[in-house]
């Protein structure tokens, strides 16, 4: 159906700029951004400081927080003005994805576009949406107090993979919309190797997420071994929380092995995937892309990672280009493994 459609592209836009919104917090945070606005307000903070008198009063704000008091006391207004663009424009961008969803969504309400089984995953879609924007102000107010110089880790993590989770939800919800029964597939045991893989996936994520809070890349920037060791030591030990959180050598040692453990899916998925010879179209077409993505991210982690020694404080290099590259994949990644489940059925008893 027609309207089915209009409202799918509608949701598809709104995937778009969840990925693209997640995208600018990395941005955020690889620049040293993320605390340069101390406080969350909805609607004037739409605007930027629009004179002088202004930056300077936005400015003694941040001269207030333990990131500029322990890290940038050096900073000038100048300074403050290029780390506050990129937060400034990551909460309007924020702001954008609300009002890309309201407007037409009233529009589609008005036209009855709409039937009741959408009532549900709609309610659920605006409380995820609404509970990532508090989710971001507890991440930054746990960067703002104390001695902290930058958001705890652990917050950084959860803003990010229940993003993703955002995003999962309103792509499942096109492909309820967009593709029909008779292009989707039976195979029970494919189906399982994309939900382990889509679980191992998530957990994964976390633990990216994990490194960069961490700043992590550079405790061992050496592939394939850590420092030299396949097993190193001292894995058990943190003086700050709990190791499996907080140790960077630990975080590098489960995020590298649960790469292989989701390349290792992914291929084996693959392999069954090709096989099989009465598909329909939809699935001809996306089955290569969940193997081709996860060999790309591999590569671009070990990239990242052997290049991060070269990482300048406060300026834009290679190690931030790819840093950004290797998120985005990710995310690319996850879309298509979310399309694999939706395409493939298990058999019903």
């Given amino acids: ?70 890290l940038n006391n050096d900073f000038t207004l100048s300074d403050f003005k290029s780390i506050f663009f990129w937060e400034w424009f990551h909460r309007l961008w924020a702001r954008s994805i609300g009002i890309v969803f309201a407007i037409p969504f009233v529009y589609f309400l008005v036209k009855k576009y709409f039937n009741k089984e959408m009532i549900l995953p709609f309610i659920i879609m605006f409380i995820l949406g609404g509970l990532q924007g508090a989710i971001g102000w507890i991440m930054v107010k746990s960067g703002l107090s104390g001695d902290a110089i930058y958001v705890r880790p652990t917050k950084l993590a959860i803003h990010f993979v229940f993003a993703m989770v955002l995003a999962c939800y309103v792509l499942w919800f096109a492909l309820q919309l967009l593709i029909p029964k008779e292009d989707k597939i039976i195979n029970t045991k494919l189906k399982y190797f994309y939900l382990f893989a889509f679980v191992v996936l998530l957990i994964q994520l976390v633990y990216g997420a994990l490194m960069a809070g961490n700043k992590a890349a550079t405790a061992a920037a050496t592939w394939p071994t850590i420092n030299g060791d396949w097993i190193p030591a001292g894995m058990g030990q943190s003086n700050t929380g709990h190791p499996l959180l907080e140790n960077k050598i630990t975080i590098h040692f489960i995020h590298r092995g649960i790469a292989y453990l989701l390349t290792l899916l992914v291929i084996m998925a693959s392999v069954i995937a090709f096989k099989m010879k009465q598909v329909s179209n939809v699935f001809k077409k996306y089955r290569s892309l969940p193997l081709v993505l996860v060999l790309l991210q591999v590569l671009l982690g070990i990239c990242t990672v052997m290049i991060s020694p070269q990482i300048v404080p406060n300026k834009w290099g290679l190690f931030e280009t790819f840093a950004e590259m290797h998120q985005l994949v990710a995310m690319f990644l996850l879309m298509s493994l979310v399309v694999q489940l939706y395409i493939v059925e298990k058999k019903v008893a």
């Fill in 1 to 70: 159906m027609r309207k089915n459609k209009m409202v799918a592209y509608w949701l598809i836009i709104g995937v778009v700029m969840i990925i693209v919104q997640t995208l600018l917090g990395g941005i955020t945070r690889l620049s040293g951004s993320g605390l340069s606005i101390t406080e969350w307000d909805v609607v004037t903070g739409a605007l930027p400081p629009l004179n002088h008198e202004a930056w300077v009063k936005e400015f003694a704000k941040y001269q207030q927080s333990p990131q500029f008091q322990y």
